[in-house]
């Protein structure tokens, strides 16, 4: 079965850090562009970063710029998103997509969807 797994989703106070993970089972993610998006109650996807697959393009938010760090082990066949200085507004259900095409993924046309991990920033 081909599929990605979101992990690593919880519950932090602001200024906390969590770190997500998007691992492929049933297909080599090596060849594929990934990215993050989320979805918070009440408003539409939006994307959050992306990497192609040799990591040579990297896209990020503005709302997460300097906060986040995206990342890929293709060995481990898993990418990360690194969220420091969490804040109340990055609540929401994170996803990661995988393509083909780093335009297409960005573009929130990818070939494979996760399910999703909450994210939660709260005092």
């Known amino acids: 079965q081909l599929q990605l797994v979101e992990s690593g989703g919880g519950s932090v106070q602001p200024g906390g850090s969590l770190r997500l993970s998007c691992a492929a089972s049933?297909?080599?993610?090596?060849?594929?562009?990934i990215g993050w998006f989320r979805q918070a109650p009440g408003k539409e996807r939006e994307k959050v970063s992306g990497?192609?697959?040799?990591?040579?393009?990297?896209y990020y938010a503005d709302a997460v710029k300097g906060r986040f760090t995206i990342s890929r082990d293709n060995a481990k066949n898993t990418v990360y998103l690194q969220m420091n200085s969490l804040r109340p507004e990055d609540t929401a259900v994170y996803f990661c997509?995988?393509?083909?095409?780093?335009?297409?993924?960005?573009?929130?046309?990818?070939?494979?969807w996760g399910q999703g991990t909450q994210v939660t920033v709260s005092s």
């Open positions: 997509a995988a393509a083909k095409s780093y335009f297409k993924c960005l573009a929130g046309q990818p070939d494979y």
């Open positions: 049933g297909f080599n993610l090596d060849s594929y562009a």
């Open positions: 990497i192609s697959s040799r990591s040579i393009t990297i």
